[in-house]
């Protein structure tokens, strides 16, 4: 099956081997999103919300870069540091998806740096056009 990177412009290098999304078959794979910064620095230390927003643009930004728009995901994987910021999550999340939502779950886990309070990790349906 033939896939395609999708790495917009100005992704910094990633902490580890991976691309920002991968494209086959129409679908989108967008990697787990952390709130960093290109240089791999966590951004919005201590504010849930401004971390959610924050991932949440830069998976825009991969959906976009692969021919699509945020009303193309299908379906979301979220992890955060603690439930306590479940309900500020949420609130930006449903900025990024105030149409009919997508799938999703959410667990509470620890991630790559302690700082770090939520990871999101996308599917979408782009159709069968590669991106330009």
């Known amino acids: 099956m033939p896939k395609k990177a999708i790495i917009p412009p100005g992704t910094g290098t990633p902490i580890a081997p991976f691309v920002p999304g991968t494209l086959a078959d129409g679908v989108l794979y967008v990697s787990g999103t952390l709130p960093f910064d290109k240089d791999n620095n966590v951004v919005h230390v201590g ?20 021919g699509g728009t945020m009303e193309d995901v299908t379906f979301n ?30 667990i509470q886990c620890g991630l790559v740096k302690p700082e770090a309070l939520v990871e999101i990790a996308s599917i979408a349906h782009v159709g069968t056009q590669e991106p330009s």
């Open 47 to 66: 504010d849930a919300a401004a971390q959610t927003r924050h991932v949440l643009t830069v998976i825009q930004g991969v959906i976009e870069a692969a």
């Open 77 to 106: 994987h979220i992890f955060l540091r603690d439930w306590a910021d479940y309900a500020a999550i949420n609130t930006v999340y449903a900025e990024f998806f105030p149409g009919v939502k997508p799938a999703r779950y959410c």
